[in-house]
Each structure stands twice: as C-alpha cells, then as structure tokens.
C-alpha cells in the first residue's frame, strides 16, 4: 500500500478488507501478507503470510493500519514484498503467488524491470488504483506493474472482476 495515497487510505483500505472477505484464509487456504510502503527506506511489512490465519482478525488489523505517508517508491516496495513469497515467511512452493499492488501509479522509482521479472518468475501482479477526480491515476506505470493489460484495477467496478480472480486462484500447499 503506497505511503503517498494518503488521502485515499480509507478507500484502499476498504477494498483490502473487502477482497480479503472474499478469501478461504488458512494455513492450508489462501494466506495474506502486507506491505506498506513510502519513500526510500520506508518499506515494512505489517504483516507476513506464516502469522494471520483468521479472517476476522485479518479484517481488523486492516483497519489499524497508519499510513506512513510521503513519496512513492513500488519498485522498492515490490522487492520488499517479493521476500513474503519464501518459505521462511509462510511462502508456499506450489501455491500461487499473487501480488496487489495499491497504488496511483506516480513511483519515484521505475519498477518496469522489477515487474518484467516478477513475471518470467510467475508472479501474477495486479496494479490497484483508486478513481480520484484531482489527479488520475498515471495509467501507463499502472500496465508496467500489472501481468498484463487485464490485470489493472482502477474504480471500484472492476475491483469485483479483481476479487472474483483472487478467490479462484489455487491455494495449493
């Protein structure tokens, strides 16, 4: 969740929750890790995917979450988030790996290569924006990070397709 939507915090929060509503959490189900993430060297994990097998409580430490605010910096962030996906964390070797990117696509960092790697590396990238009439989501850093063209969320519209893909991914051990 990027440190620079700060006066969005409440919508990216509220879609967070409401995606993992959707989710079988378990140790043997889907498992969710959060990163928050600023400017540079502003990038912690809240929580890791070995340590919230309970949806409730999953949902109400959601809503505790401070944002840190500041710049944005995804590519730091997504090498940060990547370390989630080890073993020693809770990763899983045949479980899917999914990553939700919440941002509005202005990184002051480039995370093109970072992405274009996530991807021969199977990790499925979808970028997650919320409509703002103020400043538009920066679309084309958007498809950069995302798997592909279909894998940009922006508006809560098609944040129901997102939720949808999430919950039928294979949650395999």
């Known amino acids: 969740m990027s440190g620079g939507a700060v006066d969005k915090r409440e919508k990216y929060l509220a879609l967070a929750s409401d995606l993992v509503r959707q989710l079988d959490i378990g140790v043997y189900s889907a498992q969710v890790a ?3 993430y600023s400017g540079k060297g502003r990038t912690d994990t809240v929580f890791r995917l070995k340590n919230r097998h309970n949806q409730t409580s999953l949902i109400n430490e959601l809503s505790q979450i401070q944002a840190l ?10 090498l940060h988030a990547k370390r989630e996906f080890e073993k020693k ?3 899983r070797e045949k479980a899917d790996k999914i990553m939700i990117v919440f941002t509005d696509g202005y990184s002051q960092d480039d ?32 498809k950069v990070i995302a798997s592909d063209p279909q894998s940009v969320v922006i508006g809560t519209a098609q944040f129901t ?10 949650c395999r051990q």
């Open 111 to 142: 995370p093109s290569d970072i992405a274009a790697d996530f991807r021969k590396e199977k990790i499925h990238i979808y970028a997650v924006a919320v409509e703002d009439e103020e400043l538009k989501p920066n679309e084309e850093q958007l």
């Open 34 to 36: 959060l990163v928050r």
């Open 69 to 78: 605010g500041g710049t944005t910096r995804t590519k730091e962030a997504m």
């Open 161 to 170: 397709n997102l939720k949808q893909k999430v919950a039928q991914a294979r």
């Open 89 to 91: 964390f809770g990763g």
